[in-house]
């Protein structure tokens, strides 16, 4: 069974700092591409970033390019976040996803965590 | 980018009914590896998003059959034969196409039973 937790989700001051992290297991985590996606209070869905399943190639939305930078640690089967220069707009609930085909840069989303709540505010 | 536009913004439906939700898209969904980018999820109240249906008609596993997607190119569907009372919830469409810019979802459609 596939299962993705998240974890490090705060309250954080605007301009602060804060790393979330995301523990995969029940699938062969360095064959797949993962994701963020984030979900602001009572809005819709969007994508953050994605990373390829060797950390090679890493992309980002313009609302967190320069900002916020994913990475994967494959020995652990973890995928973190490293969110920098916070905004108030960025509170939000964070997704850690998978991608469904296997070595392949960016197909769809199959599978996601519960989330873990990011909230910027002073 | 692509914009995905969804309608209509909310739906309710006597159970046992069908309900139907459109989305378009901005530029065509069709890649040239003969796929098309479009998929169907379903986000349950204080629940994350699952997938329901992907490239446009496939269900994915463990989906009821009175799920259904079709369309192509810019302008998609998705139909539920029968609303059950589990189906209520927010139903997002998404593509994923091109990268940049990435994954881009729909607005949402709230579904809710009479």
């Known amino acids: 069974e596939v299962q993705l937790v998240e974890s490090g989700g705060v309250v954080v001051q605007p301009g602060g700092s804060l790393r979330l992290s995301c523990a995969a297991s029940?699938?062969?985590?360095?064959?797949?591409?993962m994701h963020w996606v984030r979900q602001a209070p009572g809005k819709g869905l969007e994508w953050v970033s994605l990373?390829?399943?060797?950390?090679?190639?890493?992309y980002y939305a313009d609302s967190v390019k320069g900002r916020f930078t994913i990475s994967r640690d494959n020995s652990k089967n973890s995928l973190y976040l490293q969110m920098n220069s916070l905004r108030t707009e960025d509170t939000a609930l964070y997704y850690c996803?998978?991608?469904?085909?296997?070595?392949?840069?960016?197909?769809?989303?199959?599978?996601w965590g519960q989330g873990t709540l990011v909230t910027v505010s002073s | 980018d692509i914009v995905m536009t969804q309608t209509p913004l909310s739906l309710s439906v006597t159970p046992g009914q069908p309900a139907s939700i459109s989305c378009k898209s901005s530029q065509s969904l069709l890649h040239s590896d003969g796929k098309t980018y479009l998929y169907w999820y379903l986000q349950k109240p204080g629940q994350p998003p699952q997938l329901l249906i992907y490239?446009?008609?496939n269900r994915f596993s463990g989906v009821p059959d009175r799920f259904s997607g079709s369309g192509s190119g810019t302008d998609f569907t998705l139909k539920i034969s029968r609303v059950e009372a589990e189906d209520v919830g927010v139903y997002y469409c998404?593509?994923?196409?091109?990268?940049?810019?990435?994954?881009?979802f729909g607005g949402g459609t709230k579904v809710e039973i009479k």
């Open positions: 996803a998978k991608d469904t085909r296997q070595y392949q840069l960016l197909n769809a989303i199959d599978y």
């Open positions: 990373i390829s399943w060797d950390g090679g190639s890493t």
């Open positions: 490239e446009v008609s």
């Open positions: 998404m593509q994923s196409i091109q990268l940049p810019p990435g994954l881009t």
């Open positions: 029940g699938f062969t985590f360095d064959d797949y591409t």
